[in-house]
């Protein structure tokens, strides 16, 4: 298992897009944090507030296109190429190959966040006084974050299980995890289902990250990203068992 997952690091820093999939994420959070003016405060020079809360307001629409670009390849390549059968006959089960592709795709989403650390000390400097900001919620906004990318990354592996097709596996994957995002908070907002509105948005991603996002790190909250992760993988373990039928 740790051989298929360091071959996973390895083939996706060895293409371009690794790195172009890190570069725009930081590169697009750098510009519109402070460089780029804006009409909702999301540049942090122009509202004069020492938070990182734009960060992580803009982060999960970014990570709704780039982390399906990420997972795309994980098993749409295997099955177009034709080595998927190669793999499975190495001393390794379904699972073995599934958590290996999605803990791969897990470090790289930890490498994406981890040098917007500068940001968040870049922020304590230039605040009056400086080091006020409210450290608390925003580690808890940076778990919420993590959580939200790792549960991105289960859907998109199982999007890309299900296709011989990058693009198709980036369309499905894109679709999916807009709709856990905002989709059970849009049909709740309807007000059609009464007392189970609430039930309803509490099964999307946006409840729970929102929630985490406070600095109150609730265990629901924590056994939700870890179920919602776990269902994914076990429909991605599914699809593959189901090419032996």
């Known amino acids: 298992m740790f051989a298929l997952f360091s071959k996973e690091i390895k083939s996706f820093f060895g293409s371009l897009i690794g790195f172009v999939i890190i570069c725009t994420f ?7 944090l402070f460089l780029i003016p804006s009409s909702d405060n999301s540049n942090i020079l122009e509202n004069g507030l020492s938070s990182l809360d734009p960060l992580f307001s803009m982060a999960p629409w970014l ?5 399906p670009a990420m997972t795309m390849r994980s098993f749409a390549d295997e099955k177009l190429l034709g080595t998927l059968e190669l793999i499975v ?30 940001y968040f000390y870049t922020i304590q400097l230039l605040g009056a006084p400086a080091w006020n900001i409210d450290t608390g919620a925003t580690l808890g906004s940076y778990i919420g974050l993590f959580l939200l990318g790792a549960h991105f990354i289960a859907i998109g592996i199982f999007a890309s299980s299900i296709t011989k097709n990058q693009i198709i596996a980036l369309i499905l994957s894109v679709t999916l995890c807009i709709f856990w995002y905002i ?48 269902f994914f993988i076990l429909l991605t373990k599914l699809i593959l068992s189901a090419r032996k039928w």
């Open 63 to 67: 990570y709704l296109l780039l982390i």
């Open 89 to 118: 006959t190495k001393p390794v089960t379904e699972l073995q190959i599934i958590l290996a592709k999605y803990f791969a795709n897990v470090v790289i989403l930890a490498l994406t966040l981890l040098p917007t650390i500068v």
């Open 183 to 230: 989709g059970f908070e849009f049909i709740s907002q309807q007000n059609l289902l009464g007392e189970f509105d609430l039930l309803i948005d509490k099964l999307g991603i946006s409840y729970h990250y929102y929630s985490i996002s406070k600095g109150q790190i609730d265990s629901r909250d924590i056994i939700y990203y870890l179920s919602a992760i776990a």
């Open 26 to 32: 930081l590169i697009a959070t750098g510009l519109f």
